[in-house]
C-alpha cells in the first residue's frame, strides 16, 4: 500500500498561472482568488506526488518511455508530471499509477490561512499577496508561506499566478 508522504522543500520561483471566471471585487481572500490559488497549489502537490510515486516504485517510469513527450521531460528536466502521465496513458497499467496518485491525493487538504494584501495596483486591477498554506495529509501538517498575484483579465476572469511550492 503507497503511503502519503508530505514532503516540504525549498521554494523555488517558478510560475503558475490559472484563470476562471470571476464577479467580485478583487482581493487576495476573495473566493475566487482563493480557490484558484488551492487549485495552484494542489496541482503542485499532484506533480509531486507523481515524481514521488515513481521514482520509488519499481518499474513505474518505465511505463512511461513509450511516451516521447514524457521521456524528453524526464532527459531535460529530472521530474514529470501528473499531467504527463495522464497524456502517455499507454494502458490499463499506466491507469492503475494514475489511479493510485489519486488515491494518494484523495488523503490531502489543502488551505489557506493568515492572507495578507502586500501591494495593490487600481491601474492594471491587481493585488499582490502573501499567505500561508496549510498542507495536510493523515501523517503530517505543514504550514509554508506562499506569495501570490490576482489579476482581472478583460473578459472580466481572473488570473492568479504564485511562485511553486516546491
Given at each position: 500500500?503507497?503511503?502519503?508522504?508530505?514532503?516540504?522543500?525549498?521554494?523555488?520561483?517558478?510560475?503558475?498561472?490559472?484563470?476562471?471566471?470571476?464577479?467580485?471585487?478583487?482581493?487576495?481572500?476573495?473566493?475566487?482568488?482563493?480557490?484558484?490559488?488551492?487549485?495552484?497549489?494542489?496541482?503542485?502537490?499532484?506533480?509531486?506526488?507523481?515524481n514521488?510515486?515513481?521514482?520509488?516504485t519499481?518499474?513505474?517510469?518505465?511505463?512511461?518511455?513509450?511516451s516521447?513527450?514524457?521521456?524528453?521531460?524526464?532527459?531535460?528536466?529530472?521530474?514529470?508530471?501528473?499531467q504527463?502521465?495522464?497524456?502517455?496513458?499507454?494502458?490499463?497499467?499506466?491507469?492503475?499509477?494514475?489511479?493510485?496518485?489519486?488515491?494518494?491525493?484523495d488523503?490531502?487538504?489543502?488551505?489557506?490561512?493568515?492572507?495578507?494584501?502586500?501591494?495593490?495596483?487600481?491601474?492594471?486591477?491587481?493585488?499582490?499577496?502573501?499567505?500561508?498554506?496549510?498542507?495536510?495529509?493523515?501523517?503530517?501538517?505543514?504550514?509554508?508561506?506562499?506569495?501570490?498575484?490576482a489579476?482581472?483579465?478583460?473578459?472580466?476572469?481572473?488570473?492568479?499566478?504564485m511562485?511553486?511550492?516546491?
Amino acid at each position: 500500500m503507497q503511503k502519503a508522504v508530505l514532503t516540504i522543500t525549498a521554494i523555488f520561483p517558478a510560475i503558475i498561472f490559472s484563470a476562471c471566471s470571476f464577479s467580485e471585487p478583487l482581493s487576495c481572500s476573495s473566493d475566487g482568488v482563493k480557490v484558484t490559488t488551492i487549485e495552484l497549489m494542489t496541482d503542485q502537490i499532484r506533480d509531486q506526488e507523481a515524481n514521488i510515486y515513481l521514482t520509488q516504485t519499481p518499474g513505474a517510469g518505465r511505463l512511461l518511455l513509450h511516451s516521447d513527450v514524457a521521456t524528453k521531460k524526464m532527459l531535460v528536466t529530472g521530474d514529470i508530471g501528473y499531467q504527463d502521465i495522464v497524456n502517455a496513458n499507454n494502458g490499463p497499467k499506466v491507469q492503475a499509477i494514475l489511479d493510485k496518485i489519486d488515491a494518494i491525493m484523495d488523503g490531502y487538504q489543502v488551505s489557506m490561512q493568515n492572507i495578507r494584501t502586500t501591494a495593490v495596483d487600481e491601474a492594471v486591477d491587481s493585488v499582490n499577496c502573501e499567505a500561508e498554506a496549510v498542507l495536510s495529509n493523515p501523517e503530517r501538517t505543514a504550514t509554508v508561506p506562499i506569495v501570490y498575484k490576482a489579476q482581472v483579465t478583460d473578459d472580466e476572469g481572473i488570473y492568479v499566478s504564485m511562485d511553486r511550492l516546491f
